[in-house]
DNA sequence: GACCACAATATGGTCAGACCATACCTAATC
DNA sequence: GATTAGGTATGGTCTGACCATATTGTGGTC
């Protein structure tokens, strides 16, 4: 055996080595959010790597949303555990959506699955409902397209909030705003949106009364007068 | 305006400076999946910055799953765009898990969601079922609970596969490989497997003859079955 | 003793420059 | 023409310094 095949003495990159040893302390310790990790330059003395690393992996750690770093002295300062997948989410969407190899209609597809799923559980749910009124009102108001979507999204949201489930509450959240931008496209081509706030009583009405059903086929119905097959 | 009151002249740090230069280059230039990006030193030069600002802005590219690096030289060599949602959102679940902020029941309910819109979708597709097949005589041999989640993870990924949407498909592998450790303990603790392999015929069963509504509760009482109510 | 100004200190953020590892490219060699 | 040795551009890592920020300690003042 010592000859050719080498295995590669080294595969893992430095960064990639002190984000493993950071999850297994999490895991290991019982870490959770709120907790505080040793400042970068003690962690790089105790796994023996350069401040460099321990940097690199705090950048993926927070940009994975489980790291919050501060600057400064005392007990909020200093790299703090946390729990924010929402905008982890919103990134990668965003970005894949960017490049293009995610389809709008895939995305649209996905908010349809997410939203009848929350339409209905909110409507077994029946709560929160003053909330969704609350966002209708603001709708009623916008001015601009911008406006109307802004508030279109609390509404939608809100839903999933309802139905009690935080993760698929931040994939709504982080679907909504990865899109947003199409969001506007799709109000401002279609200019009246009166159908729309129609669609969204219709909504209301049926998380109120605690219809599942109706729930989830008024949100079918919002979603393809928003969204026409077309684009 | 020599005085007071300055507005800080510096609100965010330069990593992210160029995060924002790249995305913006990204959507300017059109760049898409394959596509290089100048070398780390290149860029620090161009955008005015250290090399180490670029490279952790790198990490959180690469993070997000929109960049590969590779040393050497040559076409293959640099930061090159690519689009690999998968690891990210992996990644995100599966840390936010380890800080249990996220409970199990949220991702079994979410998995229960969308395992029940893409046996659906297949169903309706009804194309590609020698996969499934195939997935499921790997089971049948499977020694080990490891093994066995396995290929389960391939089956049920099979079907997302199969219902044509790759954000969602990738949601499942996401949540199939964050939450593998659970799904490793759920058949140790039930031991007797042959009732879940029951489930994956009629499974495949209702996607083949193409009857989603079958192929949705066959679903939901396979989770059920996995999952029993208590954990 | 209470209060305030200022220094000390601990933390993340940034920079510069060096060196190593990798992989392609090129030119000399056979 | 094939092989081989060096050149070179790339990412990966390290070191050490300095800056920005925010708390904590310290001393003086009233």
């Not at 555990?81 to 960017?98: E, K, M, Q, Y």
Request: with cysteine; aromatic share 4%; hydrophobic share 40%.
């Amino acid at each position: 055996m010592t000859d050719t095949h080498w295995r590669p003495v080294k595969r893992t990159r430095t960064f990639e080595d002190v984000l493993a040893q950071i999850e297994h302390r999490i895991a290991e310790d019982g870490l959770t959010a709120g907790d505080r990790l040793p400042a970068e330059r003690r962690l790089a003395e105790q796994l023996g790597v350069s401040r460099s690393s321990v940097r690199e992996a705090m950048r993926v750690l927070e940009t994975l949303g489980v790291v919050s770093s501060q600057a400064g002295r005392g007990p909020d300062a200093g790299a703090v555990l946390t729990s924010r997948p929402d905008s982890a989410l919103t990134d990668v969407l965003r970005l894949n959506l960017g490049l293009a190899t995610l389809e709008l209609r895939e995305v649209i597809d996905t908010r349809l699955m997410i939203e009848r799923w929350a339409a209905a559980q909110a409507a077994r749910a029946r709560a929160g409902t003053s909330a969704l009124a609350e966002a209708l009102k603001g709708m009623d108001e916008a001015g601009s397209a911008e406006e109307f979507v802004e508030h279109d999204t609390a509404f939608h949201c809100a839903i999933a909030e309802i139905a009690g489930n935080r993760l698929i509450a931040a994939f709504m959240r982080s679907l909504r705003e990865s899109m947003s931008r199409y969001a506007v496209e799709a109000v401002e081509r279609l200019g009246d949106t009166s159908g729309l706030q129609a669609d969204h009583r219709r909504i209301l009405r049926a998380v109120q009364e605690g219809d599942p059903e109706e729930a989830a086929q008024a949100v079918t119905d919002h979603l393809a007068h928003a969204y026409p097959a077309g684009g």
